[in-house]
């Protein structure tokens, strides 16, 4: 008998109880098809300051669903223990997939962990529905301990994922409008030191983004500025 029978037989005999019998099958209800974090996304995305979490949210859902539902689970085609063990009562329907990784696990994870990143107090409720729902896994013998840690580890990786995807991807915007202001100012001055050197397109770019509202108000400050700093000074003209 392997470690995950020992872990999974122990649990049985130190938690089995009239009381788990009867929330266990609800909690992980919760996690059928991730619907708990899936409201939890659609709630984000009514909010202006969340929404950017709620995307992430889905957006992991969907690649948790992919990776583990339709990859994972058939690449390593995992029997689960209700499967080899018929002798335990089941509390739910029998599961017609495969065991590893667990998908209720790898949904709860990755809920757990963007949520706790959008605000701290959120996790204070995500982590521990996450923490259950992983453990009624357990509790009602569908599921292996390392089917459930091998989901955990798989959601917070996606979790962690999501999140540094979304900060590159704001990083680049947000930087982008000051790389197109420097650019554009170069060509501004460049046409106003160089004759015949026009910068229109760099003019309108700069209004487009509300930089300015007259590109000739801008480019008569440029050749202003330019011509003050260059024109040689009176005792320089002298001595030559």
Known sequence: MNLDWIILHGLRV????????????????????GIVWVVAAIVLL???KYRRYGVMLLVGLAAALL????????LFARPRPCWLDESVPLLIARPSDYSFP???????????????AADRRFGWAAIPLAVL???????LYVHFPSDVLGGAVLGVGIGLLMLYGERRIAGRCKH??????????SQVVMSS?????????????????????KPSAFRSRAQTFIYRRLRPSPSASFCA
């Open 176 to 185: 982008r409008p000051l790389q197109l202001y420097r650019h554009s100012f």
């Open 193 to 213: 030191v160089v004759p015949g050197r026009t910068s229109t397109g760099a003019v309108s770019a700069l209004r487009k983004r509300h930089f300015f509202a």
């Open 46 to 48: 009514c909010t202006k």
């Open 14 to 33: 130190l938690t089995t109880c009239p009381l788990l019998d009867f929330w266990m099958p609800r909690i992980t209800a919760l996690g059928n098809s």
């Open 67 to 74: 990776l583990g539902n339709l990859a994972l689970k058939n």
């Open 102 to 116: 667990s998908g209720h696990t790898m949904a709860g994870a990755i809920g757990a962990t963007i949520l706790t």
């Open 133 to 139: 729902i992983a453990f009624s896994r357990l509790y």
